[in-house]
Antibody
Framework: EVHLVESGGGLVQPGGSLRLSCAASGFPFSGYALTWVRQAPGKGLEWVSTISGTGESTYYADSVKGRFTISRDSSRSMVFLQMNSLGGEDTAVYYC???????????????WGQGTLVTVSS | EIVLTQSPGTLSLSPGERAILSCRASQSVSGSHLAWYQQKPGQAPRVLIYGASSRATGIPDRFSGSVSGTDFTLTISRLEPEDFAVYYCQQYGNSPLTFGGGTKVEI
């Protein structure tokens, strides 16, 4: 059974940094792309970033390009999202989700974690 | 970027009734690569439909998807109590990936 468990959320000041983690299990980790999707309080879903199965390709939404970095560690079956220069617009629940494909660009998401809340506030 | 407009914003129905949810794309979605997700309060989204009309694993056949040009439809043939939730469409045929604003199906 596929499991995705996010961690690392919390309260951070504007301009600060945070690193989110997602522990994956139940599928061949390097065979599938993983993605981060966020949801601001009471709002809809926004794609943030995707990384291919072995990490050679990464994709970012314009709203986070240059500030966020996605990476993965196959030895630990984990994916990370390093978030820098955070602003109030980054306040959201961040979900880790699995793509049903290796490449990940142009994909829907077949499994989701429960999310971790990031709050950017002074 | 493709803008997805979902309507109505809220659908008020009773168990046993049929729900028809619309998702209109601002331009053609490559390959009809559109998915529908269900999200209940405090939970993560769950994929229902991908490729506009293919049901995801474990999804009951009362959920169906269809497409006509740039208009995508999710139909729930007979609402069960557990179907009252928010539904989002997502296009993944064109970069960047985008989601619709959601339709809330309420009792």
């Amino acid at each position: 059974e596929v499991h995705l468990v996010e961690s690392g959320g919390g309260l951070v000041q504007p301009g600060g940094s945070l690193r989110l983690s997602c522990a994956a299990s139940g599928f061949p980790f390097s065979g599938y792309a993983l993605t981060w999707v966020r949801q601001a309080p009471g709002k809809g879903l926004e794609w943030v970033s995707t990384i291919s199965g072995t990490g050679e390709s990464t994709y970012y939404a314009d709203s986070v390009k240059g500030r966020f970095t996605i990476s993965r560690d196959s030895s630990r079956s984990m994916v990370f999202l390093q978030m820098n220069s955070l602003g109030g617009e980054d306040t959201a629940v961040y979900y880790c989700a699995k793509c049903p494909t290796y490449r990940g660009s142009g994909s829907y998401y077949d499994y989701w974690g429960q999310g971790t809340l990031v709050t950017v506030s002074s | 970027e493709i803008v997805l407009t979902q309507s109505p914003g809220t659908l008020s129905l009773s168990p046993g009734e049929r729900a028809i949810l619309s998702c209109r794309a601002s331009q053609s979605v490559s390959g009809s690569h559109l998915a529908w997700y269900q999200q209940k309060p405090g939970q993560a989204p769950r994929v229902l439909i991908y490729g506009a009309s293919s049901r995801a694993t474990g999804i009951p056949d009362r959920f169906s998807g269809s497409v006509s040009g740039t208009d995508f439809t999710l139909t729930i043939s007979r609402l069960e109590p557990e179907d009252f939730a928010v539904y989002y469409c997502q296009q993944y045929g064109n970069s960047p990936l985008t989601f619709g604003g959601g339709t809330k199906v309420e009792i």
